[in-house]
């Protein structure tokens, strides 16, 4: 059965279990950031910090990337990344993401693109990642899960048929 | 009512999609016909034919980036058919989006 990632010509994980962060007691977006850029390369998907959180840091100075729903999904396009991922940080309590806007968020997204749009597989889950976040269900479980394995279940059950 | 929307973001992961579903659900809620053409990292989706766009009610085109095909949607700008919003907007807003929508 297609899950929509897995073992699809040895596609890898978009969210490894390695990048699943519960109960972080951060409060601030440079903070989540910064651990969510330090996990990423650490975890062999990015090969440079700094470009990438430069990259991320540009997106939301355009437009910042809570987008209501208790959620933000910061996302950079960087050489530096080598194949796309997400990367989950789940705050212990909501904050304020942007001075100057009112949204506060508890569960944080990062995305991580290649520079060049080749891996349309991994691409596809991630729109599909995004499109489940406006589930209200799905999203409130996530928001306030304490154990990672459930976390993992529940994001790699999206891609699933219906 | 029929309601025709193109979704595009800068990075065209997240956001194009986020707001192409949040358009549809809301469309649906409302009982209209809706198709919601994305322009994001995958490339174009759900290509709107200029057919579906001259037999709409209104666009929506919820768009942080200029999009390709954008003379597809001169006749209804010109009958002020057309509502340009930010895609993060329509996210957070259907609602409000669409009422705006119901009354141009």
Known sequence: MWDGLSDVNGVQDVIEKDMILLGQDLATKDDVLRLLVETAEKNGLITEQTPFLEAALQREAQVPTAIGYRIAIPHGKSEVVKRPFVGMLQATSDFLWTEGHEEEVKLIFLIGVPQENEHNIHLKFISKLSKKLLDDEFRDELVDCTDVERAYELLHSIGNPA | ?104
Do not use: W
């Not at chain 2, 759900?46 to 709409?56: K, M």
């Open chain 2, 1 to 104: 009512m029929k309601v025709v929307a193109v979704t595009a973001c800068p990075t065209g992961v997240a956001h194009t999609y986020m707001a192409q579903e949040a358009i549809e659900k809301e469309c649906k809620k409302r009982g209209y016909t809706v198709q919601v053409e994305t322009q994001g990292s995958m490339g174009i989706d759900n290509e709107l034919e200029q057919e579906d766009i001259d037999s709409a009610d209104v666009v929506i085109l919820a768009v942080a980036i200029s999009i390709e095909g954008e003379e597809r949607f001169e006749e209804k700008e010109d009958g002020g058919k057309v509502l340009h919003i930010d895609p993060a907007d329509v996210i957070k807003h259907p609602a409000d989006i669409l009422d705006r929508a119901e009354n141009l």
